[in-house]
C-alpha cells in the first residue's frame, strides 16, 4: 500500500467519530432496542429455567433466552455455547430410539388431551379448571410434538447415509 493511500485512510479515520466498542464487530444497539431484547431475554431465561423441572422445553428455551439477552447484553454470549452444547446433546438423545420417539410422542398426545379435558372443565374438581389452563397444557403439548419433529429431523440429516 502507497503512503499516500495510507494517510489518506488514517484521515479518514480520524475524521469518523468515534463509536462505543462491540466486541462482535455489529454495531451499537438504540437503548430501547437494547432494553426490549434484554427484557425478552430475561423472561425467556427465566421461563426456560422454569421449564426445566415443569414439563416443556426448558432448556431450549434457556438457550433462546441466552441468545436473545447476548444480543443485549454481550458479556453474556460467553454462556451461549455451553448449553448451546447440553441442548443439542439433549435434542440427539430425545430421538435416539424409537421407544423414545414413541413415548414422547405420547406425552404430547397427553398434554393436548388433559388441556382439552382442563379447558372443557369436563370433571369440575380439577384444580384451577378454565382454559387458561388449558391453553397452557395444549400449548405445551404442540410444542413438544413440534420439538420431536424439528429433533429427528436434525439428527437425522447429520447422520450419514448408508
Avoid at 126 to 134: D, E, M, R, V
Wanted: charged share 15%; no cysteine; aromatic share 6%.
Amino acid at each position: 500500500m502507497s503512503a499516500a493511500r495510507r494517510a489518506d485512510e488514517g484521515e479518514r479515520e480520524a475524521r469518523q467519530p468515534a463509536r462505543p466498542h462491540v466486541p462482535d464487530g455489529r454495531k451499537p444497539l438504540h437503548p430501547v432496542k437494547r432494553v426490549v431484547l434484554a427484557t425478552v431475554g430475561v423472561i425467556l431465561l427465566l421461563v426456560g429455567l422454569a421449564l426445566l423441572v415443569l414439563p416443556g422445553p426448558g432448556l431450549l428455551l434457556v438457550l433462546a433466552g441466552l441468545i436473545v439477552l447476548g444480543r443485549a447484553v454481550p458479556a453474556v454470549s460467553r454462556f451461549e455455547a455451553p448449553v448451546r452444547v447440553r441442548a443439542m446433546q439433549a435434542t440427539e438423545a430425545s430421538v435416539a430410539s424409537p421407544w423414545r420417539i414413541a413415548w414422547s410422542v405420547l406425552a404430547g398426545l397427553a398434554l393436548i388431551a388433559a388441556g382439552i379435558v382442563w379447558g372443557a372443565r369436563l370433571f369440575p374438581r380439577l384444580p384451577f379448571g378454565g382454559w387458561s389452563t388449558g391453553s397452557s397444557l395444549i400449548l405445551s403439548g404442540t410444542i413438544l410434538l413440534g420439538l420431536i419433529v424439528w429433533s429427528y429431523r436434525r439428527v437425522n440429516a447429520t447422520r450419514p447415509r448408508d
